[in-house]
T-cell receptor, first 114, second 112 residues
Framework: NAGVTQTPKFQVLKTGQSMTLQCAQD?????MSWYRQDPGMGLRLIHYSVGAGITDQGEVPNGYNVSRSTTEDFPLRLLSAAPSQTSVYFC?????????????FGDGTRLSIL | GDSVTQMEGPVTLSEEAFLTINCTYT??????LFWYVQYPGEGLQLLLKATKADDKGSNKGFEATYRKETTSFHLEKGSVQVSDSAVYFCALGNFGNEKLTFGTGTRLTIIP
């Protein structure tokens, strides 16, 4: 059981480039989300989805786009990379909706924007 | 809104020492509380959880009790090992709020 799989693990981009961070889960979880982790700030929610075809914004959505065409996949798109988006990105999934259940995290994508 | 305040790090302890990492929260209603652990180069793993007042979560020798009267969920372990070196996050989940609210994390280093 792979759980939550993120690709790539590392990426370096130039300012202005676009890219897609991939996330897939094989647990048939309804809820999926993207967080970014920055030193001293914990994890902050970027976007989330409560099911296929449904997405919503989190705390820090600017500069990012998401879609959810299947239950399994939840890609995160950087439209025009900026140095402020240098961070570690985590995808997470959870069974059901509502905040009471724990989330399962991928191993992260370490992204550097030059 | 919901918030989590976590003990500032880093924390350095000797092997077999007693560990406490403080966590307090602010939330409406009846949130669920979690401790996650992040080992170097890895994602977050759920360490333990508690879903209602006075619940005690436990795993791998770690414990935390959901104290509604003091709005706290402190993490404790009686005898730490070098392998416990990691970053620990306290987090809160609340019905009607789809996100997890995280503390800033506490880096723990155990020296032999």
């Amino acid at each position: 059981n792979a759980g939550v799989t993120q690709t790539p693990k590392f990426q370096v981009l130039k300012t202005g480039q676009s890219m897609t961070l991939q996330c897939a889960q094989d647990m048939n979880h309804e809820y999926m989300s993207w967080y970014r982790q920055d030193p001293g700030m914990g994890l902050r929610l970027i976007h989330y989805s409560v099911g296929a075809g449904i997405t919503d914004q989190g705390e820090v959505p600017n500069g990012y786009n998401v879609s959810r065409s299947t239950t399994e996949d939840f890609p995160l798109r950087l439209l025009s990379a900026a140095p402020s988006q240098t961070s570690v990105y985590f995808c997470a999934s959870r069974k059901g909706t509502g905040g009471g259940q724990p989330q399962h995290f991928g191993d992260g994508t370490r992204l550097s924007i030059l | 809104g919901d918030s989590v305040t976590q003990m500032e790090g880093p924390v350095t302890l000797s092997e077999e020492a007693f560990l406490t990492i403080n966590c307090t929260y602010t939330a409406t209603g009846y949130p669920s509380l979690f401790w996650y652990v992040q080992y170097p180069g890895e994602g977050l793993q759920l360490l333990l959880k508690a879903t209602k007042a006075d619940d005690k979560g436990s795993n791998k020798g770690f414990e935390a009790t959901y104290r509604k009267e003091t709005t706290s969920f402190h993490l404790e372990k009686g005898s730490v090992q070098v392998s416990d070196s990691a970053v620990y996050f306290c987090a809160l989940g609340n019905f009607g709020n789809e996100k997890l609210t995280f503390g800033t994390g506490t880096r723990l280093t155990i020296i032999p």
